[in-house]
């Protein structure tokens, strides 16, 4: 169709008609809470390059949980930042650890908050790899039965979800034989099935007290270069049974998200990281950009790439908005 026969004009002249064609929406229920759980009580360590975000201790947690659920926002995953750490992470697994109480918290105060947690151990270890190290080498199959460990835990706190980042091979196989082994099958794996080594992670780290004491995690998060291989990760979770599959980060990737929506037929998560989100939020505070409609254009996009459920700092402004 050419013009004048076709005026795609005709369509956007007011705002009526530009919702009555309105492709991608987002709506309050795509969106998924970060929260980092620390130690004690009345703590609420504001993380300086994530503006009104902070490590809560469990009393302040709850508070923020349950406003992000009376805005209608649906889920909250956990990260947890335990009071002391050591060469096998054993905090993450720990009957009385910092995720766990805060689950059994969380769900005795909101029991219809969806409440995931994110099973990984480098907030737990150390040396601040996400699994067992051997010298300078982090073991792939010494590390899974401490993921297994951490995840059965968690279910057993009563989580709704568990979501391991690790980026261990084999990982979410040994994850569901665990949690079915021990009666926990209904308990759903969403995993971070094509995470990658990426810059973009910076505030997190500092936030999650995360970064790796020696080398980085080449070795196991994926080359950015790569689109091929994250297919073939996100196919190999789905054969060991994950039920949701998640691209990590989001805005860099979004012909990822897109490929694999195209591949696999389980919902897709995108995970819209601190990176992107501290850009944003710094380039407003100087006047650069309009942060609110910045914000939404990123989540917009996330979602077009194809994106079902969107991980995201911005979740409570985003609520907010789209609730006004």
Known sequence: MLFPDYRP?????????????RETTLGVDDLILPLFAIGGKDVKN??????????LSIDHLVKTAEQAFKLGIPAVILFGIPDKKDALGTQAYAKNGIVQRAVKELKNKLPDLLVITDVCLCEYTDHGHC???????????????LIAKTALSHAQAGADMVA??????????????ILDGNDFSRVPIMSYAAKYCSAYYGPFRDAA????????????QMDPANA????????????????????????????????IRDEVDLPVAAYNVSGEFSMIKAAAKLGWIDGQ???????????RAGADMILTYFAMEAAQLINA
Do not use: W
Request: proline content about 5%.
């Open 164 to 177: 391991p980042s690790d980026m261990m091979d084999g990982r979410v196989a040994e994850i569901r034989g």
């Open 228 to 259: 091929r291989e994250a297919i073939r990760e996100a196919a190999m979770d789905v054969e060991e049974g994950a039920d949701i599959i998640m691209v990590k980060p989001a805005l860099a990737y979004l012909d990822i998200i897109c490929r």
């Open 209 to 220: 007290q995360s970064a790796p004491q020696f080398g980085d995690r080449q070795t196991y």
């Open 131 to 145: 699994g067992f190290v051997e010298g300078k080498t982090v073991d792939n199959d010494a590390s899974l039965d």
């Open 9 to 21: 004009r005709r369509m956007r002249q007011n705002a009526a008609f530009r919702r009555l064609i």
């Open 46 to 55: 504001p993380i300086d390059a994530m503006p009104g975000h902070y490590q």
């Open 293 to 303: 409609k910045t914000m939404m254009e990123s989540l917009i996009a996330i979602k």
